[in-house]
């Protein structure tokens, strides 16, 4: 705050009418230097928040921008990396064309830890899997499947060797979603129900 020396003011031309009007204009002239000097120092102290804030609130905008970035970008790797690329594939399946040796779905057998092998039909139990793989033993030995990589259809009333996931089933005792899959036999006989 800055203080005004108001004794050395030039002297009023104005007649004295007495020390107290002298006074009294004084006190009227330092009142209205010290409202100024007040609002000024107020105005002051409000204007500096302001740029604070903005940069806080544009530092935080970036960070969630960055992390936004890199979440969508880690959420697109793993989406990307559940499927095989076309170059691990083996081969599609056409009609026709199978023989026993065939392998179909992707080359790497040890990128599925789970097999069975068996004679392959069309349909599921309840709504789970499209497919199922019957073995001897009865029905507590089939595997009923679903597959995102090859049509199982073109297989069915063979027999053949499967590689996959297997996934908990509600209905299924064994349920796998089918990767790879190799014909053993392409004129195979259902095995009997024991």
Known sequence: MRKINLEDTPPSTAPKLGEETATQAEV?????????????????????????????????????????????FKLKSKSISILPSPSDLQRVAE???????????????????????????????????????????????TVYLTSSI????????????????????QKAGWLMDVGRIEVLNTDAQAPSEE
């Open 28 to 72: 009227e002239r330092k009142s209205v230097v010290d409202e100024t000097l007040v609002s000024d120092n107020n105005d002051s102290s409000m204007k500096s928040p302001l740029p604070k804030l903005a940069i806080i609130l544009s530092i935080v905008a970036v960070a969630a921008g960055v992390a936004t970035g890199f979440g969508g």
């Open 95 to 141: 009609e026709g064309q199978i023989k026993a040796g065939d392998i179909f779905g992707v080359k790497d057998e040890d990128t599925f830890k789970d097999s069975a092998e068996g004679y392959l039909e069309i349909g599921g139990i309840n709504g789970e899997g499209s497919h199922k793989i019957t073995r001897p033993g009865g029905i507590s030995q």
């Open 150 to 169: 090859t049509d199982l259809d073109k297989f069915d009333g063979m027999e053949v060797k499967i590689w996959g996931e297997t996934f908990k089933g």
